[in-house]
């Protein structure tokens, strides 16, 4: 049995591992690059030819925008963005080897809270968990791990915070506002990690004496989330002076609040019936195995309570659970926030993961009987090799599913339009409408505006569609249009 247990587990082990090479390949080298991460990528753009940190602003006027509240994804991400594109890398491949390298940061992270939690098939359990969240669909997807987002690196970031936080609360501290700087939803985990420091052992034997010794080891690590902020914004300050800098932080905190989305609202059941059906399961297996999963937690912190496994198992439990609730919650509450689950996504990479490897840890203490060792086994076989299977799944399909442009595609269309960019010194085009023409114009070599922004009267327009004036360049799938 045991043989057969390890055979098991390396072959899971090794089907895992190539899943996940095989969607990052395709996610750095092969899927298209779209406009959220072309939006993304005029940062580390502009700040290269000497225009600081500065966006496009195509969403706020189509004028430079220095630190432009619409760009979400924060200089953590950014900042080393431009200095891999500072080695003449291409920008596309330079952009998106960051947001992989963070992905490995996260599975590592996960690999090893699995691992402290309930031992190697937990960590398998944590580490296919992310594989199998399928966030491609839709309007504002996540492609996968190398999108030039903030998401996965917000995750990996907060996943390390409880990695490191048992023997360093001010690292945990400051990789949690290193999070907020790569992905500003982050802000969400706060509650996550305040319960986290809570947990950490203490000699307090009241609950008065509990709350003295959280209030004095908390205010450092707290000191270290606010860092990366006030650094930035500190910068933000010194580049906008005081005029520009208030008009910065209304805008800022009007993002933070609206999340810049209006359109029809919509309700919590439609939001967690998306949550549901974007796992690579069936919609009902989904949730059968979230359920099973939850049960089987509560019923292993309940049997085990006052020992220290559930003591050491509760240090991450309880934050991913307070986490995974104040991001799903947040978002299935916000009507004004569309179905899009990248919005809950840093959120659901970091702390599902956690409670997937605490199942399979309340399996192995629940069966643990002599007569019941089978039933752990097979129990937690079952939970790996579910969401194992939707993991792989979701590999097969997103890899090998026709898709109607992909970053070949978009470097072909791409040359003759960037030919005509550099011959006519084009500073600027414009994107009919936002969308798939975004990109090409940001891989030309031009700064990128709104086709209806007053800022764009008299500039060409890059669109898919026809022209209704003259045809400046034509490349097949895009075309620059003269100014209307």
């Not at 959220?36 to 000497?50: I, K, Q, R």
């Not at 908390?218 to 990366?228: C, D, E, K, Q």
């Not at 179905?339 to 399979?360: C, D, K, M, S």
Request: net charge positive; proline share 6%; aromatic share 10%.
């Amino acid at each position: 049995m045991k043989t057969l247990r390890s055979a098991l587990f390396w072959v899971l082990a090794a089907a895992l591992l190539a899943g996940h090479l095989v969607l990052a390949w395709n996610s750095l080298v092969v899927w298209r690059f779209w406009e959220d991460e072309a939006f993304n990528l005029t940062v580390p753009l502009n700040l290269l030819s000497g225009l600081g940190y500065t966006s496009d602003g195509a969403l706020s006027g189509s004028t430079l925008t220095p630190f432009d509240p619409r760009i979400s994804t924060g200089p953590v991400v950014l900042l080393p963005v431009a200095a891999m594109l500072a080695t003449g890398i291409d920008p596309v491949i330079g952009g998106r080897l960051i947001p992989l390298a963070y992905w490995a940061l996260l599975l590592a992270g996960l690999f090893v809270l699995g691992r402290r939690i309930g031992g190697r098939w937990a960590a398998l359990a944590a580490v296919a968990v992310p594989l199998a969240f399928t966030t491609g669909v839709g309007v504002s997807p996540i492609q996968g791990p190398a999108d030039l987002l903030g998401e996965i690196p917000a995750a990996a970031l907060l996943v390390w915070a409880l990695v490191v936080l048992p023997r360093r609360t001010w690292l945990a501290g400051l990789l949690v506002g290193l999070a907020v700087q790569a992905k500003l939803i982050a802000l969400l985990a706060l509650p996550a990690f305040a319960v986290a420091l809570w947990l950490l052992p203490s000699d307090a034997s009241t609950v008065g004496e509990r709350v003295k010794t959280l209030l004095k080891r908390s205010w450092v690590p707290l000191l270290f989330v606010a860092l990366p902020t006030f650094l930035v914004e500190v910068f933000a300050l010194i580049s906008l002076g005081p005029a520009g800098f208030v008009r910065h932080l209304r805008e800022l905190a009007w993002f933070v609040r609206s999340g810049g989305q209006g359109g029809e609202p919509t309700t919590v059941v439609s939001k967690l019936t998306t949550l549901a059906d974007s796992w690579s399961l069936p919609v009902w297996a989904a949730v059968v195995l979230a359920v099973v999963s939850i049960g089987l937690i509560a019923a292993g912190l309940w049997v085990a309570r006052g020992s220290d496994s559930a003591k050491s198992v509760s240090l991450y439990v309880w934050p991913a659970f307070v986490g995974a609730l104040a991001f799903v919650g947040w978002w299935a509450t916000a009507s004004h926030l569309p179905l899009w689950v990248r919005h809950p996504a840093p959120g659901v990479f970091a702390f599902f993961p956690i409670l997937a490897a605490a199942a399979v840890w309340a399996c192995g203490l629940l069966f643990r009987g002599r007569g019941t060792r089978v039933v752990a086994v097979v129990a937690a076989s079952v939970l790996a090799l579910g969401i194992g299977a939707g993991s792989v799944l979701h590999v097969v399909v997103a890899t090998t599913a026709a898709r109607w442009e992909t970053l070949a595609m978009q470097r072909d269309a791409i040359q003759p339009l960037a030919e005509w960019v550099a011959e006519n010194d084009a500073e600027w085009l414009a994107a009919a409408p936002w969308g798939a023409a975004v990109s090409p114009i940001v891989l030309s070599g031009a700064h990128v505006g709104l086709w209806d922004a007053p800022a764009m009267n008299g500039v060409p327009r890059l669109t898919g569609a026809k022209c209704t004036t003259d045809v400046l360049a034509d490349s097949g799938r895009y075309r620059i249009c003269a100014a209307e």
